[in-house]
């Protein structure tokens, strides 16, 4: 399971640690993996042209230390200092005894075009609000120039709680963050500017909680939740999933949520709906009913809202039952928020960000630039699991759901971050699939969390394998979700 903390908890961690060690202990940790990155990085160090952006504080004491290691094995180190009356003493000091040089920010434009390697030292965890001018100059210069760039700790301009990106930051190519990854490293758009992101291990593990903020689970947390038959199985003990979706102008999408459904893990699905036709012609295994959700029959959890168009009456039916109920695309919009909030069986909503905007009253820019607040925000208005898709899907749980076990005061379970997508998923018909392949896992018995987790991560897993490179259609993602299935548990 990959984690990430907030930066209060990550400082809190931090000074407990540094209670024990000997001063700079930890800031000297930090650089010998910055260092050993950069190195890495380079290919060959000696005569290697290297430019760190210094910005007070501990991040600047962090990129000083790494480049005086650098400078101590032939690199041509220059420094240039946005803040020279507070700049980290000690960094500097060492980078001038290893023949590094030091450069005012007016003065940097040379440096830079010559550089193979920048280091973005500039801010630290603790940034908000975009870069100020005089750095926002910096990261002009470092965007119109060839190096390779390093952020250390996090690329500045971007914040760390939230993965916001509020002005103009720095865009890395290589992120080096020590102790734990910060949500920022893990949620768009700040991911896209951490490129790729190193965890250099600097003993804080111990001091930090159990319970993240974020955690984003990896193929043998997924493996661990798949549904899997056993010996005494049947159709309606591996659960039964109804899908309540399609009218006669979309009756694709009914079609696609049945074929996400087939493949998630229940035993059967039973069909509800205006495409009854197009769904057997495609998939004669379904359960079709023209009855209405209520008189469908016995159900484990039921998907409503795909392609249902202006007709409310299924979304009520289905909000009525007391069984999990998984809420997608027009099931979004028809359903009232109250009829949510008084639900007591699990509901999961899978909204993507112009519905997620929608439903919040704000614009679909304000959702994409702070993805980690909206998905939280729609959570706690509908007292539901919300499953907010995009290029990086977030899973929040239901407020007050607890976290790991055995902590004071029950924190609240993580917000969970899933990226194995690929962007030909941005495709028609896609969101359906996903659907389907969650509301059969609510069926097979998992939570709503863990359902929604899991559906994202094979659906992600499932465009990759589908597309290789090139478009695909919804139907090809369905198609290849076994292979998905199996490859997490090899």
């Keep these: ?33 910055l260092a050993t990155a950069c190195a890495q990085l380079l290919g060959r160090v000696y005569g290697a042209r290297v430019v760190l952006l210094v910005g007070s504080g501990d991040n600047g004491g962090d990129a000083l230390y790494a480049g ?14 946005l803040s020279p009356e507070r700049v980290h003493p000690g960094g500097l000091a060492a980078l001038r005894r290893a023949g590094g040089t030091t450069a005012a920010p007016e003065d940097a434009g040379p440096p830079l075009r010559r550089a193979r390697l920048v280091v973005d030292g500039i801010v630290g965890i603790g940034g908000r609000g975009g870069l100020r001018p005089k750095a926002a100059r910096l990261a002009e210069l470092v965007a119109e120039g060839d190096a390779a760039v390093v952020a250390v700790d996090l690329p500045s301009g971007v914040e760390a709680d939230t993965g916001e990106v509020r002005g103009p930051a720095i865009r890395a190519d290589l992120t080096v963050t020590f102790g734990t990854h910060k949500p920022a490293h893990l949620i768009d ?38 549904p899997v038959p056993g010996a005494e199985s049947d159709k309606y003990r591996r659960g039964v999933v109804g899908i309540a979706a399609g009218s006669a102008r979309y009756p694709g999408a009914a079609v696609l949520a049945v074929a996400g459904a087939l493949r998630g893990g229940a035993g059967a699905v039973r069909y509800v709906g205006a495409a009854g036709e197009a769904v057997l012609a495609r998939f004669p295994e379904t359960l079709v009913s023209d009855r209405g959700p209520a008189k469908a029959g016995r159900v484990q959890a039921w998907v409503v809202g795909p392609g249902a168009g202006e007709d409310a009456g299924p979304v009520a039916e289905v909000l009525a039952a007391e069984v999990p109920v998984l809420l997608d695309a027009d099931g979004l919009r028809l359903a009232e928020r109250d009829a949510v909030r008084a639900r007591t069986a ?52 239901e407020p007050g759901e607890p976290g790991e076990p055995g902590e004071p005061g029950e924190p609240e379970a993580p917000v969970r971050v899933n990226a194995t997508g690929t962007p030909w998923l941005a495709t028609a018909g896609s969101g359906d699939v996903l659907s389907g392949l969650a509301g059969s896992l609510l069926a097979a018995g998992l939570s709503a969390r863990d359902a929604g987790s899991t559906a994202a991560h094979l659906h992600g897993l499932a465009g990759r394998l589908a597309a290789r490179g090139a478009p695909v259609g919804a139907h090809d993602v369905a198609e290849a979700i076994p292979r998905a299935w199996r490859s997490v548990g090899e």
């Design 68 to 81: 005086a290691r650098l400078a101590a094995r032939g690199a041509g180190v220059t420094a240039v200092l």
């Design 346 to 397: 699990p509901t999961l909503l899978t909204p993507h960000a112009g519905e997620a905007a929608a439903l919040l009253g704000v614009s679909r820019e304000e959702v994409e630039g702070a993805r980690l607040t909206a998905v939280r925000e729609l959570a706690a208005r509908y007292r539901a699991t919300v499953l907010l898709k995009g290029s990086t899907t977030l899973v929040a749980g």
């Design 1 to 33: 399971m990959r984690t990430a903390y907030s930066v209060d908890t990550v400082r809190t961690a931090e000074r407990a640690l540094m209670e024990r060690l000997p001063d700079g202990t930890l800031m000297q940790r930090a650089a010998a993996g």
């Design 189 to 226: 758009p700040a991911r896209e500017y951490a490129g790729s992101v190193r965890l250099v291990d600097i003993g804080l593990g111990p001091e930090l909680p159990r319970t993240p903020v974020l955690e984003s689970p990896q193929h043998a947390e997924i493996a661990a939740l798949l």
